[in-house]
């Protein structure tokens, strides 16, 4: 547990440092899963003791997004003043993202296993 | 009279120190979870959704700023930095069925990218956003660091950004699974990277919610956006400022 919790830190600094040196419009958290990725593929896999710690932290996930969420408090009046927009833009891009992405790669990857058979 | 005095110094105490926003945070997340749980993990009983609206009524209810909650909660916000390295474990195991489907994978992002920006700035327009909130809406359908920062460099207002992307995940995690009955989408690993695309970190829980297949390449699909929004949208701008 402190092990991996350990690892998971030291990668994400490794991150945060890379972001911050060259200037990269990345966060340093999403290079130090990259860069932890690749470890991974290079050593063969996780330890047990990370891949525990991954699941336990990852099984609650939504709960880190609360604070944040919280936030909305802050802007209820701004939004009061333009939600008609901000709702209608927000539910019809969302929406339309989540069905282009799956249906191109619904119709893609149907034909590159097509392809392989 | 003396209980009622001594109740208020404790609430004094309290409140300046950061115990009563953690844990209050962690309340009502688990009643959240417990509620979401005898649901059946059903979409429209999404835990941050519901933990959110609990901790807003009870801080307007007691009058509390943000700020002093934030103190306490920081703790848990903190966590999504290791939290999003971990993502790289589950995406490890999918390794084989990643490296098949890498062509098509990397063709939907860009679609499903371009779809979130164009899409939510072309129908805010349709409904008259301002100029400032279209700028903020651009770069809502990654996490929350990075489309504050691209909100900032293309002139929209950062802090709007940041309530908008945590919108779009819950919006997301609520909707996923009935766009995908309506479409006859089955394929975990395309439920997830869908999810993903659209609704970042908030879809990669629920996501993982539903197998850990879907939360890998949710994961996956939430890193990727950020690289390439980051990258899109500051020359999609300018584009969609003439056409529109």
Known sequence: MLGALTILLVFQLIGEVLAQLFALPIPGPVIGMALLFVALALRGGPSAELRDTAQ?????????????????????????????????????????????????????????????? | MRASANLAEIWVYLSASPLL??????????????????????????????????????????????ATYFDGAQFVHFLLGPATVALAIPLYTQLPKLRAMAGPLLAALVAGSLTAT??????????????????????????????????????????????????????????????????????????GFAIGVASHGIGTARAFQVSEQAGAFSGLAMGLNALLTALLVPLLIPLLKHWL
Do not use: C
């Open chain 1, 56 to 117: 336990n932290l990852l099984q609650h996930l939504s709960l880190l997004f609360v604070p944040a969420g919280v936030g909305v408090m802050l802007h209820f009046h701004r939004i009061g003043d333009e939600w008609l927009p901000l709702t209608a833009a927000l539910v019809g891009s969302t929406l339309l993202t989540i069905a282009v992405t799956a249906l191109v790669l619904r119709a893609l990857a149907g034909r590159a296993e097509a392809r392989e058979e």
């Open chain 2, 118 to 191: 164009v899409s939510a700035v072309a129908i805010g327009k349709l409904f008259g956003a301002s100029e400032a909130s279209l700028l903020s809406l651009a770069p809502k359908s990654v996490t929350t660091p990075i489309a504050m920062g691209i909100a900032e460099r293309i002139g929209g207002l950062p802090s709007l950004t940041a309530v908008l992307v945590i919108a779009t995940g819950i919006l997301g995690a609520v909707s996923a699974r009935f766009i995908y009955q309506a479409l006859g989408i089955a394929d975990h690993a395309v439920r």
């Open chain 2, 21 to 66: 926003g953690l844990t209050v945070t962690l309340l009502a997340y688990q009643g959240a979870w417990w509620l979401s749980k005898r649901a059946g993990f059903h979409p429209l009983a999404n835990p941050v959704l519901l933990a959110v609206a609990a901790l807003v009524l009870l801080l307007a209810l007691t009058g509390t700023p943000y």
